[in-house]
């Protein structure tokens, strides 16, 4: 059995209230790091430990936290991520329903290491359980004296709230949540300046995934150095993958980094293999918004070497024939699924997701989705195929947020892999419309490099 | 949960007032703007949407003009900003869903009730739209309904039969 | 820092020093000419706008002296401010070029195309964008979104389907006026400039949002379908006015005043705001002190059979003196032609 860090209690019965999480050992972090480590020691340890920011982007959170300005009498603001919408995507809500206090406890321990003493909570909207869910969790350390003021006799104050969001993926980019936080439509702030100097309130803020701050709490009871020796090379510790799709044991899974992917889809230990016996046809490995591999490209490297969970093997390949970790939510797609079909739901999903504050992305995500939905619907042309990688391009580094590329990548990857599914589309549309392309044709287009 | 037309007046309860109060609380002074996504489910979750006498009062509560509420309840899908349904049911239609029949189960509310998406049956009980990625990909299909946000996983036409029968009857038994 | 310290800075190989914590941009029209980027939603006179249309993406391709890395992804021009040493290329990068093309199109591809029943015609900044970086024709073959038009105000007409929500006018609300009652509804592609319920823009500075307005979707209800303004002569002038500068523009046909607007320089932003009763209830020649013609750009539609010393307004023809204290631009004119 591979290590736990985060879920190692996640069966334990009443694992959810604050005696029984006490009981297994509990707020332990927050004692250490309170009464025996400066807040810098906790930053130093956080470093140490190579931890990266587990909502997708893979950012040092101990470096995020070092940027951090510190102006005389000026308040700093941790706050934490929890929107998350990303397609594929469903650790967070998980670790918040099941071990709620994991969350609040490196709340606690994050918000000492950045002399916050005021942090929020921002949960999407319509996680309503888990928002009762935290609120309660949070009286509960507050009554235990590890929230409000004067923590454990240390002279340290921290007050901990959660916020509902209200429905829109783009909140997950942390300048848009902090917009949304302050009462406003959720519209990604043009940087600079960053969070780090100018965030919540126009004072500096961190903005953290729930996954991230959660990991501190083991980082700091065993050490960062203890922690880094989980995982290997940059990809350090555990990671909380949502493995969803066409898989026999679907779910929220803690890997130790590293772990081959053939052994995640196929072992009993993770997703027990493709559902009904299937062969697998394709994956998207980080959330719908990282490139969509062919099976044979996420089981294996252009090199032949075998792919691991890992940042940096996903990646092998750069965008021609890799993929990112992301938020780590694993998509499985057997043989029956249409690849064009998928692609038009993810990219209707960015269209419906997007502000509309810049040009590109505003118009952009709907021209794309509508000449997807052409095609899969047997009107496209091939050289509407060739239009979605110019539009995917035109999107692709110019717009103020990273949700332009989100929705550019998945066109782009789609139709780099399975173009020969897109043409079949474009010459057989009356045929595409009762049945799949199916498993067969596809081949990865490149020529392996020696 | 209080029915209320178009253009009725709305008067907030001193308990819902008192929510209010306990929200703004939160922010730092000055700030309570920051208060008007949570208050904005409050008043949802008693009068079923956001009626402009209802987003009014929140914008005079909370010290800020009627637009800058009308502006955020328009950008966030939760509001409702017509009456839904008493119960409506919130179908996730995003890719992961749709590998595991979400389309089949949407397809299926539709015939069931009798009405398209975003319309509301003739009784006012039922009303079913597609959302996007509701962070459950592992359980799909999957459905919500609001204000409680309660969650059903796995859907099958059978269990989503079996949930519309369970809410007509507490409909009928609260009258 | 000490206040005369200058940042040197070259933009398509041109050199300029500005102050820290000028933009790109600014910096950019320092220089002036063509390597200017354009601005669709950028005004000078607002703050907080800018970053929103892509339409001034650079490429920095040297961060600063200190640090000369290159920046990983074209930045807006109007937003980035520069570093000392900063090199910025810009019509000289065939990227941006390339990118911003996919930007105007972009911006067209729901734009109705309406220009020859559009008042903005001839000074719309869209028109000229398309002109200067667009393609001839579109790839975008659906049908195009669509919004019915709404009086925001007596005076002020809202042509939602025309708006590439450069949130200018919102802006000019919520920094010009006391109370801001029109904002941006809806998100995506659907949203939209509006008041949500039935409401009018009414303050004395709210005519402005018509002057700001890059294309033809807030337009002078008292110039509606009155004339082109190709046709119409700008001219200068000035009035005592309590509320504002009173230095506006009166445009001229024949002997009649079409309309008042604010003075524009060559970025097309008014060089003050200013009132309603300037901009809506002053239309007689009495009203006004004249200055002289308004000088327009050579290249702009609307010096077409425009000023020359043998047929000047006929409001500047009756004034011999405004002619003669006029005379340098007359000259200028006549070089020009």
């Known amino acids: ?450 | ?175 | 820092m000490a206040e005369d310290v200058k940042f040197k800075v070259s933009i398509d190989g041109i050199p300029v020093e500005v102050p820290p914590g000028t933009t790109i941009l600014n910096a950019a029209r320092q220089i002036g000419g063509d390597i200017v980027p354009p601005a669709m939603c950028y005004y000078s006179k607002l703050e907080g706008s800018g970053g929103k249309c892509r339409t001034c993406l650079v490429k920095v391709s040297k961060g600063s002296e200190k640090d000369p890395r290159p920046m990983p992804k074209l930045v807006a021009s109007c937003r980035t401010t520069v570093m000392d040493g900063m090199e910025v290329q810009n019509i000289t990068s065939p990227e941006v070029l390339e990118a911003r093309k996919g930007v105007v199109e972009m911006l067209l591809i729901n734009h109705p195309l309406d220009c020859p029943i559009c008042d903005q015609a001839g000074e719309c900044h869209l028109q000229d964008l398309s002109y200067q970086h667009g393609l001839a024709s579109t790839r975008y073959e659906f049908e195009r979104r669509t919004f019915d038009k709404i009086d925001i105000g007596d005076k002020v007409q809202l042509h939602m389907t025309r708006c590439i929500l450069c949130y200018r006018c919102v802006f000019v609300a919520d920094q010009l006026t006391p109370k801001r009652v029109h904002g941006v509804l809806g998100r995506g592609d659907a949203a939209e400039i509006s008041t949500y319920i039935k409401n009018a823009i009414d303050n004395e500075f709210s005519g402005n949002v018509i002057d700001v307005c890059p294309v033809g979707a807030l337009t002078d209800k008292t110039f509606r379908f009155k004339n082109r303004v190709w046709f119409t002569k700008p001219v200068e002038a000035h009035r005592d006015c309590p509320t504002c500068s009173g230095k506006v523009t009166l445009w001229y046909k024949g002997e009649e005043v079409l309309r008042v607007t604010a003075r524009k320089d060559e970025y097309g932003e008014v060089e003050e705001f200013i009132c309603n009763t300037c901009r809506f209830d002053k239309k007689a020649t009495s009203d006004w002190v004249i200055e002289g013609p308004r000088n327009v750009k050579p290249t702009s539609v609307i010096s077409l059979n425009h000023y020359d010393e043998l047929n000047p307004p006929p409001v500047v023809k009756k004034n011999l003196l405004l002619q003669e204290t006029n005379k340098e631009q007359f000259e200028r004119a006549k070089e020009l032609l």
């Open chain 1, 1 to 450: 059995m591979a290590r736990k860090l985060l879920l190692t209690h996640i069966n334990v019965p009443g694992i959810r209230t604050f005696d029984v999480y006490r009981q297994k050992g509990g707020y332990r972090a927050v004692e250490k790091a309170l009464k025996t480590l400066s807040p810098d020691d906790v930053v130093e340890e956080v470093k140490k430990s190579g931890l990266r920011g587990r909502g997708g982007a893979g950012f040092p959170t101990g470096m995020k936290w070092s940027f951090l300005a510190k102006p005389e009498g000026v308040p700093r603001y941790l706050v934490c991520n929890a929107d998350e919408s990303e397609p594929g995507t469903f650790k967070d809500r998980y670790l918040m329903t099941h071990i709620p206090h994991a969350l609040i406890e490196g709340m606690i321990v994050a918000s000492y290491a950045l002399g916050a003493n005021t942090s929020y909570i921002y949960v999407r909207g319509e996680m309503m359980p888990q928002v009762r869910i935290l609120e309660r969790a949070i009286a509960e350390a507050k009554q235990a004296g590890f929230l409000g003021k004067n923590i454990l006799a240390t002279g340290y104050d921290l007050e901990l709230y959660v916020q509902p969001g209200g429905g829109a993926y783009i909140c997950g980019e942390e300048t848009a949540l902090l917009e949304s936080l302050e009462g406003k439509r959720g519209n990604p702030r043009i940087k600079p300046p960053f969070p780090a100097v100018s965030g919540l309130y126009n004072c500096p803020t961190v903005v953290n995934n729930v996954e991230s701050i959660a990991a501190t709490v083991p980082i700091i009871n065993d050490g960062g150095e203890e922690y880094a020796k989980i995982g290997i090379e940059r990809s350090t510790g555990t990671k909380l993958i949502s493995a969803g799709g066409n898989l026999n044991k679907p779910g929220v899974y803690e890997i130790e980094l590293g772990l081959p992917v053939e052994e995640f889809i196929y072992s009993e230990e993770y997703c027990g293999g493709v559902a009904n016996g299937k062969r697998l046809k394709a994956v998207v490995a980080g959330g719908s918004s990282v490139p969509i591999l062919p099976a044979n490209l996420i089981l294996k490297t252009l090199k032949g070497e075998s792919r691991l969970m890992t940042y940096e093997s996903l990646a092998d390949g750069g965008f021609q024939s890799g993929t990112m970790l992301g938020s780590g939510g694993f998509i499985a797609f057997d043989e029956d699924q249409c690849i064009v079909r998928n692609t038009w739901n993810f990219t209707r999903f960015y269209h419906h997701e997007s502000c509309g504050q810049c040009s590109p992305c505003r118009e952009g995500t709907g021209w794309m989705e509508k000449v997807l939905h052409k095609i899969e619907h047997g009107h496209g042309t091939f050289s509407d195929i060739d239009l979605l990688v110019d539009v995917a391009k035109k999107i692709e580094g110019n717009t103020i947020c990273p949700l332009g590329d989100a929705a550019a990548w998945p066109v782009a990857s789609a139709i780099r892999h399975f173009r020969d599914e897109f043409e079949w589309h474009v010459t057989n549309g009356q045929e595409a419309q009762t049945r799949n392309y199916g498993l067969a044709h596809y081949a990865d287009p490149l020529e392996p490099v020696m």
């Open chain 2, 1 to 175: 949960m209080l029915s209320v037309k178009h253009n009725d007046p709305v008067e907030f309860t001193d308990e819902l007032l008192g929510k209010f109060a306990e929200i703004v609380a939160r922010y730092p002074e000055g700030r309570q703007k920051s208060a008007l996504l949570p208050i904005l489910h409050e008043v949802q979750a008693v009068y079923g949407w956001l009626s402009v006498p209802a987003m009014d009062r929140v914008a005079a509560y909370l010290g800020i003009e009627p637009i800058e509420v009308y502006e955020v309840a328009t950008f966030y899908t939760m509001f409702f900003l017509r009456p839904p349904g008493k119960y409506a049911l919130e179908v996730c239609r995003t890719g992961p869903c749709c590998l595991v029949g979400a389309e089949r189960i949407m397809k299926h509310i539709e015939t069931r009730l009798g009405v398209k998406e975003g319309e509301v049956t003739p009784d006012g009980l039922f009303s079913w739209r597609g959302v996007e990625c509701l962070a459950a990909c592992g359980y799909g299909p999957v459905l919500q309904i609001g204000p409680e946000y309660t969650f059903y996983e796995n859907l099958t036409e059978e269990s989503v039969d079996k949930l519309i029968d369970e809410l007509k009857e507490k409909a009928a038994a609260i009258g």
